[in-house]
Structure formats: structure tokens, C-alpha cells
């Protein structure tokens, strides 16, 4: 059975303040390509189909014509519901899409039914988990001693986990596969996802043992461990400017010999489609003039200023070379102590004020600040950070 992955398509996201649906609507076009030119059986989507819990009418009509176009390549649609997503939501027709090849898996609180897809004579059987808040689902199974077990994000995947390979027990299927959204330990992670503080998120390797192959959604990295067996295959596009590396989906052929092989597959993004991410630092006059940043003219651009001084209208002018320019700052240093070193100022050695705030009025309104708003709000913080390095 040919299984391709793909995992955190976030749809309705917007880049800082621009539109990405034309793009998405893109990448599910091309996927379809995809689907069809490598005689692909079942599309697994990792959850995060959305990205908001309240998703926008845009998103949810976006949703129902990406999952249809891609069942009607022929192949199977599996998907879960991830961090993001509302579960309920999510679920909402779910009993209508099955008839037409769409099996969303949407039971977190629960343990969910496993998937059984039939081609080519052979059973495959996918133990599809979505995201599960430990405060909200099933009370953790009892350790063998019949002490009780912590509501943590191990505890309730593990029992998710166990239970699905236990409904598979006596069915005719020559392999399994784990889908499920979640934080394995060690991984890379970018800066547009939800992550608990501490590091109370994450789940160990050793939970997927003994399935055929795990594909997992929630990081927007591609990676992969214990030789692709187990792998992120990540977001189809970059959302935030930490996702520099290339974007992919993965095709595996999975069968009675288990995992037999698998296949990365690049997404066009920005060739076919999209655009790429570049964080570019230097004076205002390199940035308009240097060579070396040529690259970037037709990415998102984020422009970190090493000029002395204030630079008027430099986002305006920095357009006229980067028509897709995001935002501007400046790195400042201190006035050296006696005869130190210049000390780092806070936009040195903390996250961009610019982002921090955007992100707090995007959480808190349920939208990110418009461009203009983006610029006064720029302005008041480089005004401060002035003031504080006198």
C-alpha cells in the first residue's frame, strides 16, 4: 500500500498579516499531482488542518474543497485533528465524508476506532490518534500495581496507543501504522507552534514501538528517526521565518514486509507557488544595494537594521527591492561601561518586541495587527529602545 504524509496545512493562516490561502489552495493542487502521478492509496493528514480552533468560513469552505479534491484522486483521506483544530468541529459531517472515501478522526477524549483500509488484496491498519489535552480525556490507565498515573501527554497517547493495537488484535491486517499529533522528545521545533512551557508536551520515541511506520503532524519541521520509520514530514508551507529548510511530503510503501521504502517528495514553495523566508541583517543601504541579498527579492523578508542611527520610512523604501517585506527593526547596542565591551541590548537577547506583541494581539483579537499598526507599533519600540540605550 502506497501511503503519502502530509501534516499542519493550517488553513486560514495568514503570514504576520498576509492571506496564504491562495497558496494553500495551490499546495493542495499540486498535492493532488502528486497523488495521482505516484499511484498513491491513502493520504494522511497529521492533523492541524486548520488553524484555529473558531476557524473563519474561508477556512472551513477551504477545508471541504481540499479534502474532496483530494478524494477524488481515488485515494483513501485519513485525518486527525490536531492542537490546533477544533475536535468537534472537525467532526462535523464526518459521517457523510466516509462515504466518499474522507475519514476524519476527530475522538480526543475518548479512544478512537482504528482505520482499516483495504488495496491490492492487503489490510493495513492505521491507529490514528489526534491531539490529546491530558486534562480532558480518558483518566490514565492504572499502572500494574493499581497505582494511578499522572494526566500527562505520555500517559494518555500511550494508553491511546495501546488500546488501538488492541482493537487491531485478530483482524487480517499485514501492517500497522501510527499517525498521531504530538512532541517527540528531542525534536527540532520552529516558532509558529504551541508548545507547553517546560517541555510538558513532549512524548517519548519509545511509545511508537513495534508499528510499521508513525507518521506524525505538530512540528513544521521535516525529520525523521529510527531510519524514516518514524518522521515529521511537516507543514507544507513556512510560517513563520525560523522555517528556513526545504518543505516536503513523504511517500511510503508499507505492505506484509512492513515498511519497504520511502520517498521525500520537495514541495515547490517558491517556485511553483509560495514563498520562502529570509531574515536579512544590515544597514539600510546594504540591504537596498548588496548582491548577496538577492535571493530574498521575492520572499517574506524580515529586516533587522544595523544602522547608528534612525532610519525615516525604511520600510517603504526597503519594498521597492522587497515587494514582500514583513517588518523592519533595528538592533541597537548599548553605549559601552568604562572600558568594556558594549553591552547587548534587550532586542539583542530577547525575541523580537515587534513579534512578541503581534502575537499577543493576534491571540487576544483573533487577528494579527495590520500593517499600519505594525509601523507605529515598530516606531514606539525603537523610540524605547533609544531611551534605554542612552
Not at 268 to 296: M, Q
Amino acid at each position: 500500500m502506497r501511503i503519502l504524509h502530509t501534516s499542519d496545512w493550517h488553513l486560514g493562516r495568514t503570514f504576520e498579516s498576509i492571506s496564504l490561502e491562495d497558496d494553500q489552495r495551490a499546495f493542495v493542487s499540486w498535492l493532488c499531482g502528486v497523488v495521482v502521478e505516484h499511484g498513491v492509496d491513502v493520504v494522511v493528514v497529521a492533523g492541524d488542518v486548520w488553524d484555529r480552533a473558531n476557524p473563519k468560513a474561508e477556512a472551513v469552505t477551504l477545508m471541504e474543497e481540499s479534502l474532496n479534491a483530494v478524494a477524488a484522486t481515488g485515494a483513501t483521506v485519513i485525518a486527525i485533528a490536531g492542537n490546533h483544530d477544533s475536535a468537534a468541529r472537525l467532526a462535523y459531517g464526518a459521517s457523510w465524508a466516509k462515504n466518499y472515501g474522507i475519514i476524519l478522526v476527530t475522538e480526543d477524549v475518548g479512544y478512537p476506532t482504528p482505520v482499516i483500509v483495504e488495496r491490492h488484496g492487503e489490510s493495513v491498519g492505521f491507529v490514528a490518534v489526534p491531539y490529546r489535552d491530558p486534562q480532558r480525556t480518558i483518566a490514565p490507565v492504572p499502572a500494574g500495581d493499581g497505582t494511578t498515573r499522572l494526566r500527562t501527554h505520555t500517559a494518555v497517547l500511550e494508553d491511546a496507543l495501546i488500546d488501538g493495537r488492541r482493537q487491531l488484535d485478530g483482524s487480517s491486517v499485514v501492517a500497522t501504522v501510527a499517525v498521531a499529533h504530538a512532541y517527540v522528545s528531542g525534536s527540532a521545533t520552529s516558532d509558529s507552534e504551541r508548545r507547553y512551557v517546560g517541555g510538558a508536551d513532549q512524548v517519548p520515541l519509545s511509545l511508537f514501538e513495534g508499528f510499521d511506520a508513525v507518521l506524525l503532524g505538530h512540528l513544521h519541521r521535516y525529520q525523521e528517526f529510527d531510519e524514516g520509520r518514524v518522521a515529521y514530514c511537516g507543514s507544507p508551507l513556512p510560517y513563520s521565518f525560523s522555517e528556513t529548510a526545504d518543505k516536503a511530503v513523504r511517500i511510503l510503501d508499507v505492505g506484509a514486509q512492513g515498511l519497504t521504502s520511502i520517498e521525500r517528495v520537495e514541495i515547490p514553495v517558491g517556485v511553483a507557488f509560495g514563498r520562502g523566508v529570509s531574515t536579512l541583517t544590515g544597514t539600510l543601504e546594504e540591504l537596498l544595494t548588496d548582491a548577496r541579498f538577492a535571493e530574498a527579492e521575492q520572499r517574506f523578508v524580515a529586516a533587522r537594521l544595523t544602522n547608528e542611527t534612525l532610519q525615516i520610512d525604511a520600510k517603504a523604501k526597503l519594498e521597492t527591492r522587497f515587494p514582500h517585506i514583513v517588518n523592519v527593526t533595528r538592533e541597537v547596542s548599548a553605549a559601552p561601561r568604562g572600558d568594556g565591551p558594549a553591552v547587548p541590548s534587550a532586542a539583542l537577547i530577547e525575541e523580537d518586541p515587534l513579534t512578541v506583541i503581534a502575537t499577543f494581539l493576534d491571540q487576544v483579537h483573533g487577528q494579527p495587527p495590520s500593517s499600519e499598526e505594525r509601523e507605529l507599533l515598530a516606531g514606539v519600540i525603537d523610540a524605547v529602545l533609544q531611551g534605554g540605550s542612552k
